[in-house]
């Protein structure tokens, strides 16, 4: 290549051959090390652009080698915008991320991870990430998985500290979707760093949108990582801010003679990084029910239980609530839901205020006040579940408050009257003080003593237990000696065990501020320091202090008294005084003998601390003044509190009333009912007895006639003729003809014949299994379980008796006689009883024993019983439900060779011929038949009656007719096997959709698509 040596550097970046261009990225490299003027080489980013997406692989390499150096050594913070404006990081994960070579993989993340380090904004490694992230729709999936990947290096390398994880965390659910497995595994890469800084929010922002194998395996990586939030590098930024603190707490350990190392403890404390931060917040308010506030006031706990089920849902999966709502309306919902009868609604309320409480932090103290005594008195519940919930429920609460916050609320269950209220206001307390980051104030101390004293002598050993251990800790936290005067009445066995509690009780307050059993003697100062201080005058410095002005840290309880009998007489103490005793920075100790000109310079007034002073005082008086009217207003409102109680009690003595006037107004519309049955059934009575009494008046009418016939004309037979008379018979023979309302009767020269077009109805009823209950598969798996479960009547064979009887009622003498039959085991009778309650004039039982008759044999039982009650309709219904084998009524039409109407919606009889109304595919058909014919009916052809109480009673005592399959001479062998019965499958619960895509994707996954 010594050809090319000569040309400039600019035409060999850029050349045609590859080798030429190669030679000159090695040779940029080495100028960047060596040159800082060479930088200005890339200051022409479209140059960049170009070399980075070399179309040879071997000079791609060592061109993004080249600007991986550029980045390091040349480019700054305000770089990395225009080299995104420019289009190279699009450009850099393009090419760079989807080359074959492993070494260009790895040095376009190294230019990526130095971009990000040398970005000097949040936004510009936003900008960063979500540039690379674009590239997780590509096509080709080896980019969208080395994407993935660089997003994993970066997140890794810098953390969530400097990575926000929200520009991320949106395109996990499709990662986890695609369809090559190497871009799941990087998205479970992906996720397990960010579990690493972030904890469990992740699974709460990732895990509803994943498939349960998804949430399953990523659950698993989870347990095995572990937790981190230490950066593996810093940013440019960090390195500099670090170099200046470290520079500041040198000079600060200098001056106050305090160790570096320590001082640089204190720093990475206050930088400590917090997952709550990086999380983004939900509006969680417009996801709740929208008749929540309805629904949560209903009178039936499972609708309270079932609406706080669904917030529930929707606070679980929220780790950060959006702090700007108002959630005032919620939470006195869930004051009220703390209070509820039914525990299931007070445990659920207790979680969602712990979702509520983690969700805003230190944005739920506005709301504190409102749930936090509910919570203290409902943990008198005994359930573990529910005590459990209240408790996590109040640890959550003090997480992110202090004990001066709670306390009322512990003092308040403690001195409750009820032990378990007591216990666990106690505990609580305990664990707030195991907990406390804070020093007890002294007014803090003599607060929860006053009620300790009482609770160390509780007449029950659970009380005095919770109460050894909540005030052993708080003697840890305030020292021996300030807690001594109120231990001095409690007995000695109850102290020794308190004691034996502060010995061995580890809080979590810094070790520095917790005081020790037996502290040291602070150091004395020098005689002559002590001697020259003038006792007055700091007697009158003390009286000028301000109220609420800053504590000093020398102990000043003491009263003067000499310096040499102070050193001579001055010992240890056996008691620790609290935190007054904890070691103190040496920087806010005065020393000794500059504090005689101070207290000099503090004893003169001038006229600006008066004017200040006066100023203060007209404060003062503003605020006694504006506490006044503050008072008035808390009277004000108690007034209007106590009238809007009356008016909700006078409404709800109103709403009770009005309970009370409806539940008489049903009442009463029950007696009602009850008579218009009772009126209804004597109605029916009174028409069968007038229809018996016509019945009986028409038989009269006719014998009457006989004997007046039998007079006036030669001896005939009483009997009707079972030959039919030609025509040339009727004409020669007939002597006359009378018509009188449906009967005829001819006479001829020998005998009277009587002819009938009345219906003889035959109806076919059978015993299945009552249509509501479920049936079961027996044991062997060939049938139904029958025992123990309810029998009726076949409900299509109780639409074909209720046709029957309808025919009758609405043609008056059209039917004279309905028949009806049941081919069964002994117990069919029961239907038979119920045929004859609703109307029936006649029922058959033949028993042919428990075992299943086919169709055939059915039908040819039945058209015996067709002969033998000489009918001409049968109506029977189109199938049963225990085969469904539709079969009875085409086969007894076949053997009667009678027409058939099959399922029939309509029957509508002129004279001896039947319309019937059947329904078909897509309407409905008419035809007409003459009798005889039989007819199956459909479900739509009417609605059964109920058979009435004096009608069933009838029933009982109506003979009933029993027969033999013998009897009819019909062979029952089966010719039919049923091999096995099985229940239909299960029907798997349906997914929810939101959009077509998803619809799409579903299918594509079951392969419907």
Partial sequence: ?????????????????????????????????????????????????????????????????????????????????????????????????????????????????????????????????????????????????????????????????????????????????????????????????????????????????????????????????????????????????????????????????????????????????????????????????????????????????????????????????????????????????????????????????????????????????????????????????????????????????????????????????????????????????????????????????????????????????????????????????????????????????????????????????VPTKNPPAPAQPPRSQLANRDVAGADSTRKLALPGGPRSSIPSKRGATSPAKREDSQKPSLYGRGFASRPLPSATIPKLDQAVPELSRELSFTQKDREELEKLRKEKDSWAKEKVSLVHSQERLSLEKDQLSQQLEILRQQMQSATRDSENAAQLLKQKDSQIIRLNSDLETAKLKIRDLDQTVEMMRLQQTSTQSHFSHSPVSPYPLNTRLTSGELSTRVSYVAVESTPVSIATGSRVVLMSSKLRILVPVKRVIDFAIKPRINKAGTGVETKGVKFSMNPFCDIALEESLRLRENNNGLVDHIHAVSIGPTKAQDVLRTALAKGADSTTLVDVGDEEVEPLAVAKILKKMVEKQNSNLVILGKQAIDDDANQTGQILSGLLNWPQATNASKVQVEGDSVTVTREIDGGSGTLRAKLPMVITTDLRLNEPRYASLPNIMKAKKKPLEKLKASDFDVDLTKRVETLKVEEPPARKAGVRVESVDELISKLKEIKAL
């Fill in 1 to 513: 290549m010594e050809e090319y040596a000569h040309l400039p550097l600019e035409e060999r970046l850029v050349h045609s051959v590859w080798k030429v261009r190669l030679q000159a990225y090695d040779e940029l490299a080495t100028q960047f090390a060596q040159d800082p003027s060479s930088f200005n080489l890339f200051s022409n980013f479209d140059l960049i652009k170009t070399i980075i997406t070399d179309a040879n692989v071997v000079a791609q390499e060592a061109a993004i080698g080249c600007f991986s150096t550029y980045l390091q050594l040349g480019a700054s913070a305000q770089t990395i915008p225009r080299l995104r404006n420019a289009g190279v990081v699009s450009a850099l994960g393009e090419k760079g991320l989807s080359s074959s070579r492993a070494g260009t993989k790895s040095k376009t993340i190294d230019c990526l991870l130095s971009m990000v380090e040398l970005a000097g904004k949040s936004s510009d490694i936003d900008d960063v990430v979500e540039d690379i992230l674009a590239f997780t729709s590509a096509k080709l999936p080896k980019l969208v998985a080395s994407s993935v990947n660089a997003v994993t290096s970066i997140v890794d390398t810098f953390g969530c500290v400097v990575v926000s994880p929200k520009p991320i965390v949106p395109f996990i659910p499709k990662l986890f979707a695609h369809a090559d497995r190497n871009v799941r595994a990087e998205a479970t890469k992906l996720c397990v760093v960010l579990y690493q800084w972030l904890g469990d929010a992740v699974s709460t922002m990732v895990f509803a949108d994943l498939k349960p194998v998804q949430q399953k395996d990523l659950t698993k990586a989870f347990e095995k990582a572990e937790r981190t939030t230490t950066q593996k590098k810093l940013t440019r930024k960090q390195q500099l801010e670090q170099q200046q603190k470290d520079e500041s707490s040198a000079v600060a350990a200098s001056e106050h003679h305090q160790d570096i190392s320590e001082t640089k403890e204190d720093v990475n404390m206050d930088d400590a990084f917090d997952a709550f931060d990086v999380i983004p917040p939900v509006e969680v308010l417009s996801k709740f029910p929208s008749n929540f506030y309805q629904q949560i006031q209903s009178t039936q706990w499972k609708e309270r239980k079932e609406t706080l089920d669904e917030v529930h849902a929707v606070l679980e999966k929220t780790a950060r609530l959006e702090p700007s709502d108002d959630y005032t309306d919620f939470v006195r919902v869930l004051s009220k839901c703390l209070k509820d009868s039914n525990i299931i609604v007070v445990q659920l309320a207790a979680n969602c205020v712990e979702y509520l409480a983690k969700g805003l932090r230190e944005g739920f103290s506005k709301y504190r006040s409102m749930v936090l005594d509910q919570l203290v008195e409902r943990t008198k519940e005994r359930k573990a579940s529910v005590s459990e919930a209240l408790n996590t429920a109040l640890d959550t609460i003090f997480q992110f408050s202090s004990l001066s916050d709670v306390l009322g609320a512990c003092i308040s269950g403690m001195n409750s009257k009820v032990p378990l209220v007591k216990i666990s206001a106690t505990n609580y307390l305990y664990r707030c003080l195991l907990s406390t980051k804070e020093p007890v104030q002294e007014s803090d101390v003599a607060t929860i003593m006053s009620v300790g004293q009482k609770l160390l002598a509780d007449s029950q050993e659970p009380v005095r237990q919770a109460a050894t251990q909540m005030v052993g800790t708080l003697m840890k936290l305030a020292g021996q000696r300030q807690l001594k005067p109120y231990l001095e009445k409690v007995d000695d066995n109850r102290k020794a065990k308190v004691m034996k509690v502060f010995e061995t009780v580890q809080v979590s307050l810094a070790p520095s501020a």
